[in-house]
């Protein structure tokens, strides 16, 4: 005779089946990230930093770390630019991540190629070979929109969706 929690599951796994689109190439699925205040400290640690005055462009490199509100950003190489503005809320500030591109906060885990971030749209757009991973559920595809003021990620295809059971 079946207990309690294996038929939890099963009417779990099959309302996941049944109330969760087909995913497909180039399909988009929606789920919960996190949200960030826009008004967060950026904090940057890597081993190299280059600063061009000319441009307002600034080369980090080796072990980047940044650190934005509770996510984590990680990536071997980062560019920042920004353009001089007379105080901090209007400034305009873009980022280009690349390089095993990793960023995390405490539940949740998104790893890529490159990543590219605008402050005035507080979105980081992940590209190439995303995995998306938290507790037991794992999603891949190629691009991962993850929208900081809402507090959402959309991910486009190919897309695979894996649910696993939780171990107790």
Not at 104 to 124: L, P, R, T, V
């Amino acid at each position: 005779m079946l207990n309690l929690k294996a038929i939890n599951f099963i009417i779990l796994f099959f309302s996941i089946l049944l109330f969760t689109p087909v995913l497909k190439a180039e399909n988009t699925t929606n789920l919960q990230f996190v949200k960030v205040e826009t008004n967060s400290e950026l904090k940057i640690v890597s081993k190299n930093m280059l600063y061009d005055q000319k441009t307002n462009n600034t080369q980090f490199s080796g072990n980047v770390i940044l650190t934005y509100g509770n996510i984590k950003l990680m990536a071997k190489d980062l560019k920042i630019k920004y353009e001089n503005q007379r105080d901090v809320d209007s400034l305009r500030l873009e980022f280009y991540a690349s390089g095993d591109v990793v960023i995390q906060n405490n539940e949740q885990k998104i790893s890529g190629d490159n990543a590219y971030f605008n402050k005035q749209d507080e979105e980081i757009i992940l590209t190439g070979n995303i995995i998306y991973s938290q507790e037991n559920s794992l999603v891949t595809g190629q691009r991962l929109v993850l929208d900081l003021k809402e507090g959402t990620a959309s991910i486009t295809g190919p897309v695979t969706t894996t649910f696993a059971p939780r171990k107790n």
